[in-house]
C-alpha cells in the first residue's frame, strides 16, 4: 500500500542535542513538507519541497534544517538551535494535480 | 496573505446529535477547500474537499458547501458518532509564485457523548 511511514513513533533527546526525524513516502509525491504541532495548535510549517535536491523555509524554521537527496525521504533535524523542540512533527506529501496533502502519522519528539 | 478561521472548540454534542462547524477565508487567488480530520495521537487524514464554487465536498456523512459569496466551507452531519470525536482542521490550498503551500485553521475540538 502507498503511504508515508514517519519513525520513530515517540523519540525522545536530552537538551542540546540533535535528532533526526525520518518521512518516507512511495507516493511518488514531488512535494514534502514538516510539519509542527503544539497541544490546542493548529499546524505551523516548518520547511517544504518541492523536488529534489530543493526546500524551502517555512514559517518557523529557525532550529531545524532539512536535506531532500532522494524524491522518497525528506529528514528534518531538529537542532539544539531550536529553543522549544517538544513538540508532535507532521510530515505531508502532495503529488501531481491533486491540490490536497496526505500526511504521516507523526512523531512525538519530547526533549528533556 | 491567506487565511482560515474556524469556530472554537471543543464542541460537545450527544450521539446523534446535528453538527456544524463553521469555517471562513480569505484568499489572493481561487483556492481548493479541504476538511481533515485527526484522531487522537495520528496524522491528519483527507475528510473531503471542493475545487471550486458551489461544489459540495462529501464523505462518511459529512458534507461542505464551497460558498465564494461568503468565503465560507462550513462543515456538516446529519447525526454524529461517539467515533466522531476528533479535531477537525479546515485548510485552503492556493497557488502562490507556483507553489501550493496549504493554509490551516487552528483546528475544532469534537467530542461526542453516548
Known amino acids: 500500500d502507498g503511504g508515508i511511514t514517519q519513525s520513530p513513533k515517540y523519540l525522545f533527546r536530552k537538551e542540546g542535542q540533535n535528532v533526526t526525524l525520518s518521512c518516507e513516502q512511495n507516493l511518488n509525491h514531488d512535494a514534502m513538507y514538516w510539519y509542527r504541532q503544539d497541544p490546542g495548535q493548529g499546524l505551523r510549517l516548518i520547511y517544504y519541497?518541492?523536488?529534489?535536491?530543493?526546500?524551502q523555509k517555512g514559517d518557523i524554521a529557525e532550529g531545524y534544517s532539512v536535506s531532500r537527496e532522494k524524491k522518497e525521504s525528506f529528514p528534518l533535524t531538529v537542532t539544539s538551535a531550536q529553543k522549544n523542540p517538544t513538540a508532535f512533527y507532521l510530515c505531508?506529501?502532495?503529488?501531481?494535480?491533486?491540490?490536497?496533502?496526505?500526511f504521516g502519522p507523526g512523531t512525538r519528539l519530547t526533549v528533556t | 496573505g491567506d487565511s482560515v478561521t474556524q469556530m472554537e472548540g471543543p464542541v460537545t454534542l450527544s450521539e446523534e446529535a446535528f453538527l456544524t462547524i463553521n469555517c471562513t477565508y480569505t484568499?489572493?487567488?481561487?483556492?481548493?477547500l479541504f476538511w481533515y480530520v485527526q484522531y487522537p495521537g495520528e496524522g491528519l487524514q483527507l475528510l473531503l474537499k471542493?475545487?471550486?464554487?458551489?461544489d459540495k465536498g462529501s464523505n462518511k456523512g459529512f458534507e461542505a458547501t464551497y460558498r465564494k459569496e461568503t468565503t465560507s466551507f462550513h462543515l456538516e452531519k446529519g447525526s454524529v458518532q461517539v467515533s466522531d470525536s476528533a479535531v477537525y482542521f479546515c485548510?485552503?490550498?492556493?497557488?502562490?509564485?507556483?507553489?501550493?503551500?496549504?493554509?490551516f485553521g487552528r483546528g475544532t475540538s469534537l467530542i461526542v457523548h453516548p
Open positions: 485548510a485552503l490550498s492556493d497557488q502562490t509564485g507556483g507553489s501550493y503551500i496549504p493554509t
Open positions: 471542493a475545487t471550486k464554487a458551489d
Open positions: 484568499a489572493t487567488g481561487y483556492p481548493s
Open positions: 519541497s518541492q523536488i529534489v535536491n530543493d526546500f
Open positions: 505531508a506529501s502532495k503529488g501531481g494535480r491533486r491540490y490536497e496533502q496526505y
